[in-house]
């Protein structure tokens, strides 16, 4: 045996690094792909495409069905008779089902803001700007989120778990397939529902709230006009833009929650359940509310 064979191989003690075969040092991600700067620059500027139009997405659906509805509600042959009965019944249920909440909340913004802005403006000496207060807090501003906020919670979340479900269940598929249109028969007289149900519930709220803080007031001594008087006195304040951006503010509030809630419905896959569905509706419910809020205040 040799002298070279005799002796034992000696490795050594530091730890040799095979950069053939580190990912990291060879540019690997793993599964032997090589990735050089401008893919994965590529790569991070698709992921970020993809987050953007999943985020986006509904939005966009909005704005389309939004046109949709304002298009199509104008035609006569959209209204079958199907699609009539579709919107009467929705319209008398939200309007009587919501007559005794808006006016109770109403009555409760009387008495806690309309009555406190009499006492105060009174206490102050600025009593003639009580008309016009009134007019920019309560009606123009209070008045369309509460009662966005009444269509979405009792309304427009039964919109939502309807349509939900009918998607989830395949049944708007069915419809599809024997040529029934979806959007024509829900979509459309729902959100008219909405619409009109909105102007109404929003008036009906403004006039619940005025009264019950003159009558406060009037208990409390504050005032000692008749309640023409200080109605009068109310829409005096009102500019001419207010009698077009306020009962404008109600029909909008009413179309987007109504809209709203029918495409929430209407985009479930057979992924979601009423655990995932009802949180998402109702997010988006409060946020549309507050974007129409605000892009109405712009301007004023």
């Excluded at 009593?127 to 209070?142: D, P, Q």
């Excluded at 109404?200 to 001594?221: D, E, P």
Aim: with cysteine.
């Amino acid at each position: 045996m040799s002298e070279e064979n005799s002796q034992p191989t000696q490795q050594s003690s530091a730890p040799q690094t095979d950069t053939t075969r580190d990912p990291v040092l060879a540019g690997q991600t793993g599964g032997g792909r090589v990735f050089t700067p401008i893919q994965w620059a590529l790569g991070k500027m698709a992921w970020t495409g993809r987050l953007t139009r999943r985020q986006a997405r509904f939005l966009l659906i909005m704005l389309g069905a939004s046109w949709g509805v304002i298009f199509e509600s104008f035609r006569a042959h959209s209204w079958r008779r199907t699609v009539r009965y579709e919107f009467i019944s929705t319209m008398n249920g939200i309007i009587r089902g919501g007559l005794i909440a808006t006016m109770f909340a109403g009555v409760l913004t009387g008495v806690a803001a309309v009555s406190q802005v009499i006492y105060w403006l009174g206490l102050t000496g600025l009593a003639t700007m009580t008309g016009s207060i009134l007019i920019n807090i309560v009606v123009r501003e209070i008045a369309p989120i509460l009662v966005g906020m009444l269509l979405l919670g009792r309304n427009g979340m039964l919109s939502t778990t309807e349509l939900g479900l009918l998607s989830i269940g395949g049944e708007i598929r069915s419809m599809q397939a024997v040529g029934i249109d979806p959007f024509l028969l829900l979509v459309l007289p729902r959100t008219l529902a909405f619409t009109v149900a909105g102007f109404t519930l929003g008036i009906l709220f403004s006039f619940a709230s005025l009264v019950t803080g003159y009558v406060m007031s009037r208990m409390s001594g504050v005032i000692n006009n008749p309640v023409w008087v200080f109605l009068d006195d109310v829409a005096t304040a009102m500019s001419g833009t207010d009698y077009i951006i306020i009962p404008l503010k109600f029909i909008t509030v009413g179309f987007v929650v109504g809209l709203g809630g029918c495409l929430t419905g209407l985009t479930a896959t057979n992924e979601d359940s009423l655990r995932t569905l009802l949180p998402r509706g109702f997010s988006r419910g409060m946020l549309i509310v507050m974007v129409v809020s605000v892009l109405f205040s712009l301007d004023l």
